[in-house]
C-alpha cells in the first residue's frame, strides 16, 4: 500500500498545485488556459511523437497480448459511449460528449502509475508486455474518441448544407489533432526507419519533459473551476468502470479466454487497474466537452486506485 501510494501522491500533489492557483488566482482564467493550450498543442504531442518514433516496435508486435488488453478496452469504451449517449441530462444523444466521456471510462495511466508499479513488483520481465500495450493505446483510444467527434461535426455540417458528409474534411480533423498527429507521425518515422538526428532529438526529449507535469497542473487548475455536483454520477460511472470492470474483463480474456501466461495475465491486469489518465482530460479540453467529469474522474480514480490497486495485487497473487 505504501509504494503505491508513493507512487500515486506525486500525481495528486501536482493536481493540488493546479487546484490552488486557480482557486487562489495565482494565475487569471486567460493565463491558465495558454498554459493549457501551450500544453496540448506543443509539449504532449511532442512527448508523444519522440515516444513513438523511437519505440522498437518489432520487438513488441505480439497479437494476443493485444486482444486480451484491447478487446476489454473496447468493450468499456463503447460502454461508456452507449451511458452517456442515453441517460446524460447534458450530452444526451451527443457523439462528441459521448465519446471523450467513454474515454475518460476506459484510458489508463499506464506510464505514470502502471509502469512504475509494475517494475517494482514484477521487475523487468514485464518491460516486454508494458511496451506492447503503452505503444499502441493512446493512438487507439484518441484516434478512435477525434474521429467519432469529427464525425459528428461533418454530420452537423451535412444536414445544415443538405449534403453528405465530408470525409476529405473528417480525416483531416482527425488527422491535425495534435495528439494523434504526434503519434501518428511518430510511427510513421519509426516505421520507415528514419535516425532523428541527436540536434533534433535533444530539443524533442526536452519539450516532452514537462508534459506530463503541466498536464496535471492543468487537469487540478480546471477542477477550481467547475462545479461537479450534478456530474456525480457520471464521475463514479466512469471511475468504477475504469478501476473494476475494465480490469476484470482484462483478466477473464486473458486468463480464461486466451489462456495468456501468468506474467502476461499480471501485466496486463495491472496495466488495465490504473487510474484514468490525464491526457483524458486533454482531450476533454480540446473538444470542450465533458471538461468537468473528466478532470474529476482523473482525480477520484486515482485517489481510488490507492484502495483498488492493492486489491488487485492481491487477486493476483503479486503481494
Keep these: 500500500m505504501s509504494n503505491i501510494f508513493t507512487i ?6 501536482l493536481a493540488l498545485i493546479g487546484y490552488l492557483i486557480a482557486k487562489r488566482q495565482w494565475l487569471n482564467d486567460a493565463q491558465l488556459s495558454g498554459l493549457s493550450k501551450v500544453t496540448f498543442v506543443i509539449f504532449i504531442p511532442a512527448f508523444l511523437f519522440y515516444r513513438m518514433a523511437t519505440a522498437d516496435l518489432a520487438s513488441v508486435l505480439n497479437p494476443l497480448p493485444i486482444a486480451a488488453f484491447y478487446l476489454p478496452v473496447l468493450t468499456c469504451f463503447a460502454l461508456g459511449f452507449i451511458l452517456n449517449h442515453w441517460l446524460h441530462p447534458e450530452y444526451k444523444k451527443h457523439r462528441r460528449g459521448s465519446a471523450v466521456f467513454a474515454l475518460g471510462s476506459s484510458y489508463s495511466n499506464n506510464v505514470i502509475v502502471g509502469l512504475p508499479l509494475l517494475l517494482l513488483v514484477i521487475g523487468d520481465q514485464a518491460l516486454p508486455t508494458i511496451f506492447l500495450i503503452v505503444t499502441f493505446h493512446s493512438a487507439m483510444l484518441f484516434a478512435l474518441t477525434s474521429a467519432i ?3 459528428q461535426a461533418n454530420s452537423t455540417q451535412a444536414k445544415n448544407s443538405k ?3 465530408n470525409w476529405l474534411a473528417f480525416i483531416k480533423q482527425t488527422i491535425t ?3 494523434v498527429f504526434g503519434i501518428l507521425s511518430g510511427l510513421l518515422v519509426n516505421a520507415a526507419g528514419i535516425q532523428i538526428p541527436a540536434l533534433v532529438a535533444r530539443p524533442l526529449d526536452m519539450l516532452g519533459q514537462p508534459a506530463i507535469t503541466l498536464a496535471l497542473i492543468a487537469l487540478g487548475s480546471s477542477i477550481a473551476k467547475y462545479d461537479i455536483r450534478g456530474e456525480r ?3 463514479a460511472l466512469a471511475s468504477t468502470i475504469k478501476l473494476m470492470l475494465l480490469p476484470l474483463l482484462v483478466y477473464l480474456t486473458a486468463k480464461h479466454a486466451l489462456a495468456l501466461d501468468t506474467l502476461i495475465v499480471q501485466v496486463l491486469v495491472i496495466l488495465s487497474a490504473c487510474p484514468t489518465g490525464v491526457n483524458a482530460y486533454l ?18 480514480s486515482t485517489v481510488a486506485s490507492v ?3 492493492p486489491l488487485w495485487l492481491v487477486w493476483l497473487n503479486l503481494v
Design 149 to 151: 467527434a469529427a464525425s
Design 307 to 309: 484502495m483498488t490497486l
Design 8 to 13: 500515486i501522491s506525486p500525481l495528486l500533489a
Design 283 to 300: 482531450i476533454a479540453q480540446q473538444h470542450q466537452v465533458h471538461r468537468k467529469a473528466v478532470a474529476s474522474s482523473v482525480v477520484v
Design 177 to 179: 489533432n495534435p495528439l
Design 233 to 235: 454520477r457520471f464521475i
Design 163 to 165: 449534403r453528405g458528409i
